[in-house]
């Protein structure tokens, strides 16, 4: 209590007496990081404070209010220490941003395959294709996802350990599980994870196949493409093609380019149609059926009208065995010896044929084209050369041309030529009244020069002819060619070309024919006058196809991470649980108290630790009197 005794003159000394308190601090047990403050404890003393006033008046307070609020000071303080605060440590802002950026991946890869599907496939820069860009975005949405989901298993690490006691060694599974798929697959295995803790193991586990299913979503396919009017193939309206000759009956020479199709029609082995010109700039092209000036070939069997030809009449005797053949139209074996025969004829101007006739060749044998060798068989076979309009289908297919024939016209009129004063063209009219025109020059200029080419020629192996001087074009052969056999003599080349065609191919007068016509049809439509048809390419096109399907399993893992990182966002809330997610530094700061550690002092090795680990449980402390540890319960 405290007395004031007033002076009138001097200030009034004041005694006041105050509970002296005496403060005791016991010492906490210390572990890492960590305050422990106890009550502090006080007695009460009574001091004496004296004032001595110097002026002329006193007061009394009231000291009882004094003593109310120093005491209410210290206990503030007091309970500062004893409840240490840590501040509250990161946030979820970028486990956030990298869960957007990662949808922004994965939206960037179904609009990337949603852009390209059904499309040809892009040319960029270095070569770079869709599954180099595809892979780049599912490699940073994988990496990206990582984040919120080692954040995550490391946040509901330390629920997991608020909630109540659990094994010590659960604090490595965690820790495990929030660094790689490894420790993830292990948590999944102890089942010490919870349902959150495991849930996001599991997507941790599921995200790793984010690459391979990615790069299945864009498969590459093969289409036919077509563009109109993009090839062109020749046809011919007319020929003129001609030189002019001597005066002596041979007035026209056919052009070089015609003789060099004939020759390769007779001599060549290839397909003479190989030889047209045309532009099909993908290798792969059709045109519409159209209609050409062309030469046909036709060829007819005699066999039935051979009777015998004896050149110096009929033997006394009536042995007519050593006698040849002939037929009506004019073609003959001299005798027995002559095997095989051509005999040739070409149109004169006083129209023995029709007029668009070129040659006709008369072709004869003893040898049967099939059986036993040397088999005496008689034969007899006309073809025909002649003027023609032809319509085709053509197409080429991986650059080689193919042509059917689907209609044929004629023009089997007869022109005396000799009677007309003016030109006399050859003319064919197709069915739509087109007019096809052979110029009179080259038509005469190619009989002409066929007349020449074809004349009459056998092959003989009578050896009076093979022993005697040859010249001009004989030939003499020892060849075995289907069932003909032996030295045999041919007066050309061209004789020699059709014994070979027919003893080698089956019907091989009528495809040798037919190669000389199409080689002479090509020379038509190669020359000057043709024109131009234009037809469809089609090429080979590379697109994208996109498997749909495929791309579910990115999306999804996605959407999972999302809904784990929500839900531990939410349950750190729920549960007060300050925000160390996965760092190394809030274990050290707030690891094992000193109760905890001492048990794991006497365990010699690491192992001997690891194993008492499993039996210890521990409770995160986060409010008690001792700050936030791992406390031994």
């Given at each position: 209590?405290?007395?004031?005794?007033?002076?009138?003159?001097?200030?009034?000394?004041?005694?006041?007496?105050?509970?002296?308190?005496?403060?005791?601090?016991?010492?906490?047990?210390?572990?890492?990081?960590?305050?422990?403050?106890?009550?502090?404890?006080?007695?009460?003393?009574?001091?004496?404070?004296?004032?001595?006033?110097?002026?002329?008046?006193?007061?009394?307070?009231?000291?009882?209010?004094?003593?109310?609020?120093?005491?209410?000071?210290?206990?503030?303080?007091?309970?500062?220490?004893?409840?240490?605060?840590?501040?509250?440590?990161?946030?979820?802002?970028?486990?956030?941003?990298?869960?957007?950026?990662?949808?922004?991946?994965?939206?960037?890869?179904?609009?990337?395959?949603?852009?390209?599907?059904?499309?040809?496939?892009?040319?960029?820069?270095?070569?770079?294709?869709?599954?180099?860009?595809?892979?780049?975005?599912?490699?940073?949405?994988?990496?990206?996802?990582?984040?919120?989901?080692?954040?995550?298993?490391?946040?509901?690490?330390?629920?997991?350990?608020?909630?109540g006691r659990a094994p010590l060694t659960d604090m490595?599974?965690?820790?495990?599980?929030?660094?790689?798929?490894?420790?993830?697959?292990?948590?999944?295995?102890?089942?010490?994870?919870?349902?959150?803790?495991?849930?996001?193991?599991?997507?941790?586990?599921?995200?790793?196949?984010?690459?391979?299913?990615?790069?299945?979503?864009?498969?590459?396919?093969?289409?036919?493409?077509?563009?109109?009017?993009?090839?062109?193939?020749?046809?011919?309206?007319?020929?003129?093609?001609?030189?002019?000759?001597?005066?002596?009956?041979?007035?026209?020479?056919?052009?070089?380019?015609?003789?060099?199709?004939?020759?390769?029609?007779?001599?060549?082995?290839?397909?003479?149609?190989?030889?047209?010109?045309?532009?099909?700039?993908?290798?792969n092209c059709t045109w519409p059926g159209f209609t050409?000036?062309?030469?046909?070939?036709?060829?007819?069997?005699?066999?039935?009208?051979?009777?015998?030809?004896?050149?110096?009449?009929?033997?006394?005797?009536?042995?007519?065995?050593?006698?040849?053949?002939?037929?009506?139209?004019?073609?003959?074996?001299?005798?027995?010896?002559?095997?095989?025969?051509?005999?040739?004829?070409?149109?004169?101007?006083?129209?023995?044929?029709?007029?668009?006739?070129?040659?006709?060749?008369?072709?004869?044998?003893?040898?049967?084209?099939?059986?036993?060798?040397?088999?005496?068989?008689?034969?007899?076979?006309?073809c025909t050369l002649q003027y023609c309009l032809q319509?085709?289908?053509?197409?080429?297919?991986?650059?080689?041309?193919?042509?059917?024939?689907?209609?044929?016209?004629?023009?089997?009129?007869?022109?005396?030529?000799?009677?007309?004063?003016?030109?006399?063209?050859?003319?064919?009219?197709?069915?739509?009244?087109?007019?096809?025109?052979?110029?009179?020059?080259?038509?005469?200029?190619?009989?002409?020069?066929?007349?020449?080419?074809?004349?009459?020629?056998?092959?003989?192996?009578?050896?009076?002819?093979?022993?005697?001087?040859?010249?001009?074009?004989?030939?003499?052969?020892?060849?075995?060619?289907?069932?003909?056999?032996?030295?045999?003599?041919?007066?050309?080349?061209?004789?020699?070309?059709?014994?070979?065609?027919?003893?080698?191919?089956?019907?091989?007068?009528?495809?040798?024919?037919?190669?000389?016509?199409?080689?002479?049809?090509?020379?038509?439509?190669?020359?000057?006058?043709?024109?131009?048809?234009?037809?469809?390419?089609?090429?080979?096109?590379?697109?994208?196809?996109?498997?749909?399907?495929?791309?579910?399993?990115?999306?999804?893992?996605?959407?999972?991470?999302?809904?784990?990182?929500?839900?531990?966002?939410?349950?750190?809330?729920?549960?007060?649980?300050?925000?160390?997610?996965?760092?190394?530094?809030?274990?050290?700061?707030?690891?094992?108290?000193?109760?905890?550690?001492?048990?794991?002092?006497?365990?010699?090795?690491?192992?001997?630790?690891?194993?008492?680990?499993?039996?210890?449980?521990?409770?995160?402390?986060?409010?008690?009197?001792?700050?936030?540890?791992?406390?031994?319960?």
């Amino acid at each position: 209590m405290a007395t004031a005794t007033y002076s009138p003159v001097d200030m009034p000394e004041i005694h006041f007496t105050e509970t002296n308190i005496d403060y005791q601090v016991e010492p906490a047990r210390k572990s890492f990081h960590s305050i422990n403050i106890q009550e502090a404890r006080h007695e009460a003393v009574s001091p004496e404070y004296t004032l001595k006033t110097k002026n002329s008046w006193s007061q009394s307070s009231d000291l009882t209010a004094n003593k109310e609020q120093a005491e209410e000071s210290l206990r503030s303080r007091t309970s500062t220490l004893k409840h240490p605060q840590i501040s509250k440590t990161g946030s979820w802002l970028f486990e956030i941003f990298s869960l957007v950026v990662s949808i922004a991946a994965v939206a960037g890869i179904v609009g990337v395959l949603a852009h390209f599907d059904g499309r040809s496939l892009p040319e960029w820069p270095l070569n770079i294709t869709i599954n180099t860009l595809i892979a780049l975005l599912a490699t940073l949405a994988n990496a990206n996802l990582a984040v919120p989901l080692q954040s995550g298993i490391g946040q509901f690490k330390w629920i997991h350990f608020k909630a109540g006691r659990a094994p010590l060694t659960d604090m490595e599974a965690y820790d495990d599980a929030s660094r790689g798929t490894w420790g993830a697959i292990k948590l999944l295995a102890k089942m010490r994870g919870g349902f959150f803790g495991s849930f996001g193991a599991l997507v941790a586990i599921i995200a790793l196949a984010i690459g391979p299913f990615a790069q299945q979503v864009a498969t590459y396919r093969t289409r036919v493409t077509r563009a109109l009017d993009a090839a062109t193939i020749p046809v011919a309206l007319n020929y003129t093609g001609v030189l002019p000759g001597d005066s002596s009956g041979n007035s026209f020479v056919p052009i070089l380019p015609m003789k060099s199709a004939v020759y390769y029609g007779l001599f060549s082995e290839s397909d003479p149609s190989a030889n047209l010109k045309f532009d099909c700039p993908t290798g792969n092209c059709t045109w519409p059926g159209f209609t050409t000036l062309a030469v046909c070939s036709s060829c007819v069997d005699l066999t039935p009208f051979l009777t015998r030809y004896c050149p110096g009449g009929v033997p006394a005797t009536g042995d007519t065995s050593k006698c040849g053949w002939q037929v009506p139209q004019g073609g003959f074996l001299n005798d027995s010896s002559d095997v095989f025969s051509m005999t040739s004829r070409t149109p004169n101007n006083f129209g023995d044929m029709p007029y668009t006739n070129l040659i006709r060749l008369v072709f004869m044998g003893t040898e049967a084209q099939n059986g036993p060798p040397l088999n005496y068989n008689p034969w007899a076979s006309e073809c025909t050369l002649q003027y023609c309009l032809q319509t085709f289908n053509s197409s080429v297919v991986s650059g080689v041309i193919s042509e059917k024939v689907t209609s044929t016209t004629l023009n089997t009129s007869v022109v005396n030529v000799s009677a007309s004063k003016s030109n006399t063209p050859v003319t064919l009219i197709a069915s739509d009244n087109t007019t096809y025109v052979v110029g009179e020059g080259a038509n005469f200029g190619i009989r002409s020069w066929f007349s020449t080419l074809f004349a009459s020629g056998s092959a003989s192996r009578n050896a009076s002819y093979i022993n005697s001087t040859r010249i001009d074009d004989s030939v003499v052969v020892n060849l075995t060619v289907g069932i003909s056999s032996g030295t045999t003599y041919f007066d050309s080349d061209i004789v020699q070309t059709f014994y070979w065609d027919y003893y080698e191919y089956s019907h091989g007068l009528e495809i040798a024919m037919a190669d000389l016509a199409t080689a002479m049809t090509v020379a038509f439509r190669s020359f000057n006058g043709a024109v131009p048809i234009r037809g469809e390419a089609f090429g080979f096109e590379t697109y994208v196809h996109v498997r749909w399907g495929w791309i579910a399993l990115p999306v999804l893992v996605v959407l999972l991470t999302g809904i784990f990182l929500a839900a531990a966002v939410l349950k750190s809330r729920q549960s007060r649980t300050k925000l160390w997610k996965s760092s190394a530094l809030a274990m050290l700061f707030h690891g094992l108290d000193e109760e905890t550690r001492m048990q794991f002092a006497r365990q010699g090795s690491l192992n001997d630790q690891k194993r008492r680990a499993r039996e210890v449980r521990v409770q995160l402390d986060g409010d008690g009197d001792h700050g936030s540890l791992l406390r031994f319960s």
